[in-house]
């Protein structure tokens, strides 16, 4: 049973198999995505302060993204490289990658849990928390970060999973996570008028449960790969290589903090509290996109890496083709929403008039570029998974880094309305890093394929 899971990857139809392994995938991010934004749902209607406590949950956004981002380093970094050695169908190695990388998991959590506890009220700071939001803030944080190693285990191992065929697991490690997050929520936050403790608390007791979960399984006796004690030290020929391919998602996830902080100090500086609270709404309604095509993606990538693995063009080029057409599709339908139902994605977080009116207004602005969002992830990532660490890299930064951060600071120089001028950065660099990212794939793509062929022979 072990070995069909993998063997399939390399035989069954792609269309069929995409389907098989994306809807879980998918499944699990938009579940993965409930788990985000139900503390923000919640917190956001509280009957006191709200308002500002769901501004104060969004200061700690960045914070979070850097905890998920060091998960993405060693999970999205490892596992296409165990896809690619069971495509040559070496599984020790792929074993040993699995094993080394629950080590640096583990230290890395350590490392960061004492860091955010150290500095984390300097940082909150930094990120744009006001004397009315700070207190929310690090009431949220400095529950959640002693969560840390939870978070990091699960999301850092669930690819690993996933990567092997076994979606359907991979997918109940978010749902279980998920399901008792959301029950918890409300009886943490309202009855036991917890507030936003309350929320920080019920994620992390949720994450705990899904990285048992997780554990269990790799450990187990369905799993292909397994974690074996005596395979945890880090190799460097394994993990140098997993931290290569990993930093492109790592960059990708974790400048959503450094953005995040350039745009609430901007906002702060601009518009105050309530434009950095209308940006604690438009991030999350840009979740709603990213999360279900990091599931589709995600849901490809075995496909992909295993059969460039096994040097089998004609599945790499029919799946990317399928991922291709579904990614943009997706893209275009959210796009089109939120252009013309902007009030009742922010109504989801907030009914406070002032706060929805606002945000109402920036959320045409911010999303007008998320139409070819779908182009740019579903080619950055098929980089990924060819194990292109350089190309990927690039494409990672060149959004968020090279166009993005700097028309936060440089269009409130030439655009009257200062507000107006930071929101529209973000469509901008998604229309310029999109297009970029497509040309760049359509030029190596062909040429990638053909120089692994000529390896295999």
């Known amino acids: 049973m072990k070995q069909s899971a993998t063997n399939k990857l390399g035989t069954q139809s792609v269309g ?48 979070i993204t850097l905890i998920s981002a060091f998960s993405s380093l060693i999970g999205t970094g490892g596992a296409p490289q165990a ?3 069971m495509g040559e169908k070496n599984d020790k190695a792929a074993e ?11 230290i890395l959590s350590i490392i960061l849990t004492a860091i955010f506890l150290i500095f984390g009220r300097n940082l909150l700071l930094l990120f744009g928390a006001s004397t009315d939001t700070l207190p929310y803030a690090l009431d949220y944080m ?11 285990t699960s999301l850092g191992l669930n690819p690993f ?28 936050i309202f009855i036991f008028d917890m507030g936003v403790k ?31 004690l005596s395979q945890m030290r880090p190799e460097k020929k394994y993990i140098f290589p997993v931290l290569a391919l990993g930093m492109s998602p790592f960059i990708m996830e974790s400048t959503e903090s450094l953005l995040s902080i350039c745009f609430n100090a901007s906002l702060q500086k601009f ?15 840009m979740q709603i996109l990213s999360l279900p095509l990091n599931g589709l993606t995600q849901g490809a990538q075995p496909i992909i890496s295993y059969n460039y693995g096994a040097g089998n063009q004609e599945r790499v080029q029919k799946a990317f083709r399928l991922l291709f057409i579904s990614a943009i599709s997706y893209s275009c339908t959210y796009w ?28 045409r602005i911010y999303m007008g570029g998320c139409f070819i969002t779908g182009v740019q992830t579903g080619c950055q990532r098929t980089f990924v998974a060819l194990g292109q660490a350089k190309i990927s890299l690039f494409l990672a930064l060149l959004r968020k880094i090279i166009l993005l951060i700097p028309m936060i600071y440089i269009f409130p120089l030439f655009i009257q309305d200062k507000v107006f001028a930071v929101f529209l950065a973000e469509p901008v660099a998604d229309i310029l890093a999109g297009c970029t990212t497509f040309t760049m794939f359509m030029l190596s793509f062909n040429k990638i394929l053909k120089k692994r062929m000529s390896i295999l022979g």
């Open 83 to 85: 896809a690619i050695r």
């Open 161 to 188: 999973i996933s990567t092997q065929g076994f979606a359907r697991t991979s997918m109940l490690t978010v749902i279980i996570g998920a399901v008792i997050n959301i029950i918890l929520d409300p009886i943490f």
């Open 336 to 363: 089109l929403l939120n252009m013309l139902f902007p009030s009742f994605f922010v109504s989801l977080f907030s009914n406070t008039a002032e706060l929805k009116s606002m945000a109402s207004w920036a959320l």
């Open 96 to 106: 040993r990658i699995l094993s080394g990388c629950v080590t640096v998991l583990l």
């Open 16 to 63: 069929k198999l995409l389907m098989e392994l994306a809807v879980p995938s998918i499944t699990a991010q938009i579940i993965n995505m409930l788990y985000n934004l139900v503390d923000r749902i919640y917190i956001g209607h509280m009957p006191d302060g709200g308002t500002l406590a769901l501004t104060g949950v969004g200061v700690c956004f960045p914070i």
């Open 198 to 228: 309350g929320a920080a608390l019920a994620t992390i007791l949720s994450q705990c449960v899904s990285a048992i979960w997780v554990l269990r399984f790799l450990t187990g006796k369905r799993t292909t790969l397994r974690i074996k």
């Open 271 to 285: 518009g105050g509290d309530l434009a950095v609270g209308s940006m604690t709404i438009l991030t999350s309604s």
């Open 142 to 152: 400095n529950i959640y970060v002693i969560g840390t190693v939870f978070v990091m």
